[in-house]
Nanobody, 128 residues
Framework: QVQLVESGGGLVQAGGSLRLSCAAS????????MGWFRQTPGKEREFVAA????????KYTDSVKGRFTISRDNARNLVYLQMNSLKREDTAVYYC?????????????????????WGQGTQVTVSS
């Protein structure tokens, strides 16, 4: 069982930066692949980024490549999403999720249905 709690969301101007954190409970955290997703009202949850169990491999959706960075600290049970050069279209509720590692290597990291545990979400609002 893994419990996830996101933090770090808020209001930021376009072009600014935020760093989201996801704190995980459970001694098996390092065995999970982790993902960040986002959702806006009326739309489906969208894949943003994923990281493998060791942190040595990362994936991003095209719209955030070069602007966002996902990382993890297995010693502290933390996952981060550094978001730079924020745009209005990045406004959303951001969720972190944990899933079985083997699914990461089979390309299932983009599918929110493949993750087993979710946080409650944190709101990110980018103003112009």
């Amino acid at each position: 069982q893994v419990q996830l709690v996101e933090s770090g969301g808020g209001l930021v101007q376009a072009g600014g930066s935020l760093r989201l954190s996801c704190a995980a409970s459970g001694r098996t955290f390092s065995s999970y692949a982790m993902g960040w997703f986002r959702q806006t009202p009326g739309k489906e949850r969208e894949f943003v980024a994923a990281i493998n169990w060791s942190g040595g491999d990362t994936k991003y959706t095209d719209s955030v490549k070069g602007r966002f960075t996902i990382s993890r600290d297995n010693a502290r049970n933390l996952v981060y999403l550094q978001m730079n050069s924020l745009k209005r279209e990045d406004t959303a509720v951001y969720y972190c999720a944990a899933g079985e590692s083997w699914k990461y290597y089979t390309g299932r990291y983009i599918d929110d249905g493949e993750y087993d545990y979710w946080g409650q979400g944190t709101q990110v609002t980018v103003s112009s």
